[in-house]
């Protein structure tokens, strides 16, 4: 956060992918239970565990990244809407800023949220809703595209699908600064093609396909320590340009960040998914 005194860089563990052991096709089936109504995932595949990686914090040198070089980018912006307690105020309140702030800042004509996920950390359970602790990518490429023929009117999707288009994650911490479970992205740059897995996930009612990543010594890990509820960072998960000329996507992942003070509040914050589209 803007005076906090940061490191340069953190060292940490990163919970990688690897291959289901069968050799079949990896998955995870979203378990819901009908008592609690509590979500769970179940894969077929195991977690790899890679302690000793770097992850630099761009306090400073923000401008050293974007969402066309990196996969990713940072911004200053104050949302009008700050209580975050209600899906349906967030929708009707956050919703339309965030579409004009995506279109300010990418220069998109169209912008469609189609879902948002509150994450808070509870140190006393694991919970799905908790920030994500395994690297990954949101959206694979036919994943994507099927996004669009889901959420948008069959008569506007094929024109739209003839022109650029893109899925961008807005990702806020709410309420207080995110010194706890921070954000870490990879420079799309130091990804390979075969650190990349697709993996089914399954809900109960349909089908998608997120990117498991597997190990590479060559990621370039980054983070903006102590990001506060006034800055947000632009995710991209997908573009549908991919000859090499843009960063397509970038994997994420929440990590224990070994510099977070003790008594620190647990992580809160706020991600919209939005199909992003351009003349």
Known sequence: MPGLTSPASVTTTLSYFTLPENGGKAYQKVITDPATGNRSLEKNWNPEERSNVVIENLRGREDTVSLDKTGFQYFQHTSKHTSFANDEEIKAEYYPESVEL????????????????????????????????????????????????????????????????????????????????????????SVEVADIVPVAL?????????????????????????????????????????????????????????????????????????????D
Request: with cysteine.
């Open 202 to 278: 399954i809900f109960p009612d349909r089908e998608g396909e997120t990117l498991g990543v597997k190990y590479n010594e060559n990621h370039k890990w980054k983070y903006l320590r102590g990001m506060t509820p006034d800055e947000i960072v632009l995710i991209k998960c997908f573009d549908s340009i991919q000859d090499g000329s843009v960063a397509v996507f970038t994997p994420h992942t929440g990590f224990k960040d070994p510099s977070t003070p003790d008594g620190t509040a647990p992580r809160e914050s706020i991600e919209l998914r939005s199909l992003v589209f351009y």
């Open 102 to 189: 995506i279109k300010k800042l990418t220069g998109a004509t169209r912008v469609e949220i189609f879902d948002h996920t509150i994450r808070k950390r509870n140190p006393e359970q694991k919970s799905i809703n908790g920030p994500v602790s395994q690297v990954h990518v949101d959206q694979s490429s036919p994943a994507s595209i099927a996004r669009v023929h889901r959420h948008l009117p069959a008569s506007d999707v094929s024109k739209l699908l003839e022109k650029r288009f893109q899925i961008i994650n807005l990702w806020r911490p709410i309420h207080h600064p995110a010194l706890d479970w921070p954000l870490a992205l990879c420079d799309h740059r």
